[in-house]
C-alpha cells in the first residue's frame, strides 16, 4: 500500500480498534497467477508479542486450499468520503478522496479439527454477538452443529506486517485542515460521524 508518512498509523493499539470496529476484512491471496479474493469477518488474538487474525471459510471455496503455500494479504476499509474544494480556506485546490484502511500480511495455519472449530466459532459468535448488542446462544444440537463444522474450514493467520492509512486531509494546511474537521462536525451525511470518530483519535 502507497503510504506517505503523513498518513502513516502505527499505534498497534490503534491499529487494532481499527480491526474489531471493522471487522470485515478482504482476504487476497495469489494462485497460478490469478488473484482469489474472499469477504471474511475476522477476529483478533492476541498472544504475548505474536498477533493473530482468525476466520473461516466455506470448505467449498477453493482459497483456502492455497493458503498454506502463498502469503496472504487482508484488508480492512473503514470510513471514507469526498473532500469537495469548497471546504478549504486556501485556492486554488482540487478535490480528493479521504479514507481510512488498514493492511495485514500473514502466513496461514489451517484449523480443520472439530475441536478447534467448535473452538472458533464459539468465539466468533460469542465476539460478533456482543459487538451487535445481541445474544444469540452457540448452543446447538450436537448432530446439527458437527455438520455444519464439516462444512467450513477455519485459519488461523499469523501477522507478519500491519500497515495503517489514515488519509484525513493531514497534508494540508492547518486552516484547511480544520475546515474539513469543521465540516464533518456539522454535515448531516452518513458517513460524516465514522469520519469524525477517526479525525478526533
Not at 154 to 172: A, C, H, M, P, Y
Not at 178 to 189: I, N, P
Request: proline letters at 5%.
Amino acid at each position: 500500500m502507497y503510504n506517505p508518512k503523513h498518513y502513516k498509523v502505527e499505534d498497534l493499539e490503534k491499529q487494532l480498534e481499527f480491526i474489531r470496529r471493522y471487522p470485515l476484512g478482504t482476504l487476497i491471496t495469489t494462485a497460478n497467477n490469478n488473484l482469489q479474493t474472499s469477504y471474511l469477518p475476522f477476529l483478533i488474538e492476541q498472544k504475548e508479542c505474536d498477533l493473530y487474525l482468525l476466520t473461516h471459510l466455506a470448505r467449498s471455496n477453493p482459497q483456502w486450499k492455497e493458503l498454506t503455500k502463498t502469503k496472504a494479504l487482508i484488508s480492512f476499509r473503514g470510513p471514507d468520503c469526498y473532500i469537495s474544494p469548497t471546504l478549504y480556506k486556501t485556492s486554488p485546490q482540487v478535490p480528493t478522496w479521504n479514507y481510512t484502511a488498514i493492511e495485514c500480511s500473514g502466513e496461514a495455519e489451517l484449523v480443520d479439527d472439530v475441536v478447534g472449530l467448535d473452538a472458533l466459532m464459539k468465539s466468533s459468535v460469542e465476539f460478533f454477538e456482543k459487538r451487535n448488542n445481541t445474544n444469540w446462544s452457540y448452543d446447538l444440537p450436537e448432530k446439527f452443529k458437527f455438520g455444519l463444522l464439516k462444512a467450513i474450514v477455519g485459519v488461523r493467520f499469523k501477522v507478519t506486517q500491519i500497515d495503517g492509512k489514515f488519509k484525513l486531509s493531514q497534508n494540508r494546511e492547518s486552516e484547511d485542515y480544520l475546515a474539513v474537521k469543521d465540516f464533518l462536525q456539522t454535515s448531516k451525511a452518513p458517513f460524516t460521524s465514522e469520519m469524525l470518530y477517526w479525525f478526533l483519535k
